[in-house]
């Protein structure tokens, strides 16, 4: 499957910022620039400039421009409960560790309201940084009924809350969770560390319109790797 034009841009912007030749307060090229160098529409360039925001690796000032932020590898925790998100939540290389449909009770995640005999599509992904460190473990499960075709889909470059959304799933809301976990041997191998290690586990729901869960998942992140941050902008006094 041929990768997207934004996803191929965003790639390369972000593997230059991670790798220090785009240095903290670098100016990115606008998006004009953009559609000139690679021959993409406006739509196209603005998308690869908001995700690179929205994942906290550039600032965009009005009338200014883009500018690397501070931080390479620092992610914005508010990415994970956008139900309208289009990226992934966790830039960089996605690598499938095991995909298939499974009953809800095997699903290694809670999915409250499910039945456990219920047939759901369980996604194991791998992310890794620029450097090809593996950051993250990611797990999904998502209700066979609401998405049969879900593994006929670019699994590398997958979200699922994008899969909704050009499906026409109706999905409302996202809640995260952050639990205290222990590494099991299983995950301390695929990331690389120590079986028995304190970390931290991100755990989502997001629930549809009419209540029911459309998806549950967790991320497991190195914490030698990954600094997370949720940035709120405080609107200026209006004058009476």
Known sequence: MTTPAYLRIRTELEQRIRSGAL???SKLPTEAELREQYSVSRATAQRVLTELA???LVERHRRRGTFVAEGARQENLLRMVNPV??????PGRHAVDSAAVIPARDADVEMPGVDDDA???QLRRLKFDVDDNPIAVELSAVPFSLAPRLLDEDLDHLTVHDYFSRNGVPAAKSRVYIDPVVLDDDT???LRLTAG???IRLRRLTWLTDGNLAEA???IIRPDLVEFFIEHTVPPAQDD
Do not use: S
């Not at 998100?85 to 966790?90: H, N, V």
């Open 23 to 25: 240095l903290p307060g």
């Open 85 to 90: 998100l289009q990226g992934p939540e966790i």
């Open 217 to 219: 998942m967790w991320h």
């Open 197 to 199: 290690q304190a970390v």
């Open 188 to 190: 301390a191998a695929r």
């Open 119 to 121: 047939p759901v599509t």
């Open 54 to 56: 929205q994942a906290g």
